[in-house]
């Protein structure tokens, strides 16, 4: 293509995907007087997709992801090119728990994802019996595993390296939480790779996360772990505002919905859910994988993505005064054993965690319920949410008031889940795109990272390879 016409990008879906794709895009766009426009179409009112942030008597309530992992830095890096540096919060490190059989468990200090690094917390826990600490020990003989199609599921990883008791108690909690998945499905090279490459570079797992893990200065031996989260203090929807506040306006459009996608000879064509067309010469697809499918319902190849289960999830934020809480626990939260049958599947003291997110004198209680193969719940009344919630707290908690108020947000067929393969199928659908239908481009959390930095990446690679597409220079590409 010719460099000397202007260019049409198309970006479909507002999600913090979409956002950042724009935001990359023009960046490009304006530090390159490159011969492209772009148009970001969001089919509802708001741009940011699950990143929403609730304001209320002066709780700081996210209703979709709280925060992000520090040490993954497009995120950070993008909140200072944006302007809200000063405004980057850690979270409190404290006591985090297990409940199984209605009681709350330390989770073992030196535990990285449910993997003991140190021994004696795991010896001296009583979360796990005598024979499960035997078998976990195994870990230190066990030979190489070795992977059928170059894939399988977390849970027969852990369960060939720890034994069946504690994946159960701590590692499936911890990592199914992450996906709302059941880790007996859930793909390990699609969502923790870095556990098999520890696995085949140390053999064992338990002396390989030992040696991979930084050791702590004895200088700073009684100072608390650092945080691994970050967030805003306004809240993680001020950096979708922030973002949307540098965008072109004449380049976004909400309330506007792609009822299909077809190709032309010039490039392709967009109908739009106001029975207009538009004509482009790329397009970046950051929709849910269910949307996608639609708009290119034409391409039969897209039912790969048929292959990639969803499920649904709610959270659920409950403020109280502080006397409403009559047994508190010293610690930031707690997360749910599968044999503890819960309703909910993990809580987080909100204003213990992120002080700044509460009034003072207040409790703010946020609780997740819905997961793979549980997910009735989700769609049941508030009152019948909140009532299970509660019933729930109170065994642990003893909580006498009803809260002051709640918010519950409901994410219905949304959470994608990564099953054993998922890598094998992205790869054969992006050929497929690349073959038949060449400049369009998937980036999101259905593909390669549901996370808001994973999902941030994406939007700064998609750039890469929407400019690369379009015969712009590789020097403009790198500039990025």
Sequence with gaps: MSTQETLIVAIVGGGITGLTTAYYLQKAIREQKLPINYILLEATDRLGGQVQTDYTNGFVI????????ARKTSASRLVKEVGLEDDLVRNQTGQAYILNNDRLYPIPGGAIMGIPTKLAPFVTTSLFSPAGKIRAAL???????????GDRSLGEFFRHRLGNEVVENLIEPLLSGVYAGNIDDLSLMSTFPQFYQVEQKYRSLILGMRSTTPKQPR?????????????????????VEAIEQRLDPACVRKNMEVDKISKTDEGYSLRLSDGTTIS???????????????????YPFINLLKEMPTTSVATVALAFTESAIQQDINGTGFIVSRNAHYNITACTWVHKKWPHTTP??????????????????VYESDEKIIKAVLTDLNKIMKIDQEPEFYRITRWKQIRPQYVVGHQRRMDKLESELNAHLPGIFLAGAPYHGA??????????AVVNKVLKFLHIPELVAETI
Excluded: H
């Design 219 to 239: 200088s700073a031996a009684d100072k608390k772990t650092p945080s691994a989260f970050l967030t805003l203090k306004g809240g993680l929807q001020s950096l």
């Design 139 to 149: 870990d230190l003989v066990l030979p190489r595993g070795e992977q059928k199609d």
């Design 62 to 69: 996210e209703r979709g992801p709280d925060s992000f992992l």
């Design 360 to 377: 003072k004198g207040k409790v703010l209680l946020r609780c997740f319920v819905g997961r793979a193969g549980e997910e009735e719940i």
């Design 280 to 298: 482009v010469d790329s397009i970046i697809m950051t929709t849910p994988a269910q949307t996608t499918r639609e708009v290119l319902c034409d």
């Design 451 to 460: 996370g808001l930095p994973d999902c941030i990446d994406q939007g700064e």
